[in-house]
């Protein structure tokens, strides 16, 4: 259920055509007074099989959707903000992914049936939705908590055949470096920026419209507007900028963030949060300088491989990864409810699992380039510190992992539970051909009553 639900919000639905369904588009579900489209459905069912994954039956997926459309609702009325800046990254990602796989802005648009700009504002929306959706789940999960007896009751009188089966984790360390822009690049992007600023400041120009023509963020479609937010929502350059500013419409000097270089204008001080509006442009790294990086990075590797250093003394001298480099370069994962240190290869980006898989405990990769899950493009050579085997659970050896499955189960009671009694209190309106469907959830029927 979760699955799909998943696949739903963090789809890459952007490169799904719904033109490529000829069926009359119809309503056939209205939850909450907001309609769910035959066209919604079938684009769902594109993004799954554009996924690999196994398309649901037809009735899932209109429940799935409704269920978003639950969460959403308690997002509004929970006040949920995003970080917009997170956004921006992940986007950033996908899109970089994209133009990988299909070579080109103009194959990507044709394997999407959309323009770049249409393709970046739908993931743009999807990305904001994900958020929002995690932010009413973990609120509703926070405090859910497993005892050692919890755990030991769970599974200790499970036969060994029924015990969950654990899949094959790593345990790695990582030297990382950021490659970076020629300072020509940066001067130059700097210099167009204070253009712009200057534009607009003299009243020559207009921000928004700028914006709309120059930013390399997905809020250039608002004109580079971002709404209203406090300051602990940006990374501390663009706050401390945006709030020190006291004229609206005036607009900021450049300030540099790990995004790239802004300017910002004040749109309205509100209390304790601003509505700004900014331009972002990012300094273009040449093939050249990664190239480097790599090259650097294998000759670390080959001084690690020949006892010169350790791996650890090399994080410390080495690595510009701030995450990692006080913990000896142990890399954590975030499931997006839990940290942990232990990998499985579907937690693992494809080129860092590429670059670890055939390697033996104690072992250092050759370098390789790869996404973080911060969304920023780095550099790296990884250690396998820890490898550990697919094998049955047991208390002794995954008290940890156990723990963490009981408690996944029991936080999914709870949401199982917050969508069946929001069910009961939400106007639900089903087409007659869709209300025979056997749905997950009881009392869809009911509530249109």
């Given amino acids: 259920m979760r699955k799909i639900l998943s696949a739903l919000i963090l789809s890459t639905a952007a490169l799904t055509a719904a033109a490529q369904s000829q069926v009359i588009d119809k309503v056939v579900w209205v939850v909450g007074g907001e309609p769910i489209l035959l066209s919604d459905v079938e684009e769902t069912r594109n993004v799954m099989e554009m996924q690999g994954m196994a398309s649901a039956n037809a009735c899932e997926i209109p429940e799935q959707i409704a269920v978003q459309k639950l969460y959403l609702h308690q997002a509004q009325l929970d006040s949920v903000e995003v970080n917009e800046s997170s956004i921006r990254q992940q986007v950033d990602a996908m899109v970089a992914r994209y133009l990988e796989v299909y070579g080109s802005a103009e194959n990507v648009e044709m394997q999407a049936h959309k323009s770049m700009a249409q393709l970046r504002e739908d993931l743009t929306q999807r990305q904001r939705e994900q958020s929002m959706v995690q932010s009413v789940q973990r609120n509703l999960v926070q405090n859910i908590r497993v005892t050692p007896a919890e755990v030991r009751e769970r599974f200790a009188a499970l036969p060994d055949d029924s015990l969950p089966l654990i899949p094959e984790q790593f345990e790695l360390q990582v030297i990382s470096l950021e490659p970076q822009p020629s300072a020509e690049e940066v001067a130059n992007v700097q210099e167009r920026l204070r253009d712009i600023a200057a534009r607009v400041n003299s009243g020559e120009a207009d921000f928004a419209s700028l914006a709309r023509l120059n930013s ?3 809020s250039y479609r608002n004109g580079g507007e971002l709404g209203f937010h406090g300051k602990g929502e940006w990374v501390p350059e663009f706050a401390n900028t945006a709030f020190a500013l006291t004229e609206p419409g005036k607009v900021s000097k450049v300030v540099k963030t790990q995004y790239g270089y802004h300017i910002i204008q004040l749109v309205e001080s509100r209390g304790s949060k601003v509505n700004v509006r900014h331009i972002l442009i990012k300094p273009k790294i040449d093939d050249a300088e990664y190239t480097r990086n790599l090259l650097r990075l294998d000759s670390i590797g080959d001084s690690i491989r020949l006892g010169a250093m350790t791996f650890e003394r090399a994080v410390l ?4 990864d701030k995450d990692t480099r006080l913990s ?5 994962y975030n499931n997006g409810m839990d940290v942990t240190a232990r990998f499985s290869a579907a937690d693992m980006p494809q080129e860092l699992l590429r670059a670890v898989d055939t390697l033996q405990v104690g072992e250092v990769s050759r370098s390789f380039i790869f996404t973080t899950q911060k969304h920023q493009t780095v550099c790296a050579i990884v250690k396998v510190k820890n490898r550990i085997p697919a094998h049955r659970a047991t208390i002794a050896t995954d008290y940890q ?6 408690l996944g189960e029991k936080r999914e009671e709870r949401l199982d539970q917050w969508v069946r009694e929001k069910i009961r209190t939400t106007y639900v309106r089903i087409d007659p051909e869709w ?3 056997q749905y997950h959830f009881p009392g869809w029927g009911e509530a249109q009553q």
């Fill in 216 to 218: 390399e963020d997905g």
């Fill in 328 to 332: 000896q370069g142990l890399m954590a």
């Fill in 317 to 320: 001298r080495y690595s510009e």
């Fill in 401 to 406: 992992e156990l723990s963490e499955i009981l």
């Fill in 435 to 437: 209300q025979g469907c």
